[in-house]
């Protein structure tokens, strides 16, 4: 894949300000970019108002990305209320429920909610794991071509049965494209088994997010399985994306 060293430098430098306000020489050491170079970023970056240097040297975003995020408005405004459907989900059928989005080449937890009881079987909100991962990664990939899903699998570094079998992967990903859900069942890191379904925007032509359900295998067993695939899809209906309308 081609790639503008420049642009990919400059996007690194966004991210990184995106969780921490930092100085040059810090954005320098820490993304192994050279002072000039990153002397050069920042400067661009001021001229659009899109990063504002602070009190004591440190760089931060600024209100000049603002502009971007008009187009997805209805995305995040329909990801904030999926915070409540799965809640109430979970209250009502007893069964740990989250939403994960895809960040570069991660899965990121963006909402979680837990049956009620002693033990809680989800990742934190925000916590990450490889994007190629069980029935989640299925679910955000499904959409992705098969060089794409060959490339992130060989760019993984983690230890995970979907790194040593990629099959694995394009198993989850036929089913999501044949039923439009992955269901995993086999032995994991934490020894669960999980239901997802991915979350279209834009017409079905990406992939917003993923929602899971998560249990034990004998919580998915056959005779459960198709109720908690409806029960999926109904919370799926009432999260589904549409576009912000047009503004005067």
């Known amino acids: 894949m081609n790639k503008i060293p420049a642009v990919e430098k400059t996007v690194h430098v966004l991210r990184f300000l995106c969780h921490h306000k930092a100085t040059q020489a810090e954005l320098s050491c820490e993304l192994g970019i050279t002072m000039s170079t990153t002397y050069r970023i920042l400067n661009t970056l001021r001229e659009y108002d899109w990063v504002r240097k602070e009190e004591g040297g440190c760089y931060a975003l600024s209100s000049g990305l603002l502009p971007l995020l008009v187009h997805f408005r209805a995305q995040l405004r329909n990801l904030e209320h999926a915070k409540k459907v799965i809640t109430l989900l979970s209250r009502e059928h007893h069964l740990a429920c989250k939403v994960s989005i895809r960040r570069d080449r991660e899965q990121l937890t963006l909402y979680r909610a837990e049956a009620p009881g002693p033990v809680a079987l989800t990742g934190q909100p925000g916590s990450t794991f490889p994007l190629i991962e069980g029935s989640v990664g299925a679910a ?31 198993k989850g990903i036929a089913e999501v494209r044949e039923k439009g859900y992955a269901l995993n069942l086999r032995k994991n890191r934490w020894n669960i088994a999980a239901l997802s379904m991915p979350l279209y925007g834009e017409g079905g032509a990406v992939v917003e997010a993923a929602f899971t359900l998560i249990g034990s295998a004998e919580d998915f067993s056959a005779s459960k399985l198709a109720k908690l695939v409806s029960i999926l899809r109904k919370a799926m209906d009432e999260c589904s994306i549409e576009q912000a309308p047009n503004e005067e």
């Open 140 to 170: 955000l990939l499904c959409l992705e071509s098969e060089e794409t899903l060959r490339k992130l699998v060989q760019e993984c570094d983690a230890d995970i049965p979907e790194k040593s079998n990629p099959e694995l992967l394009f």
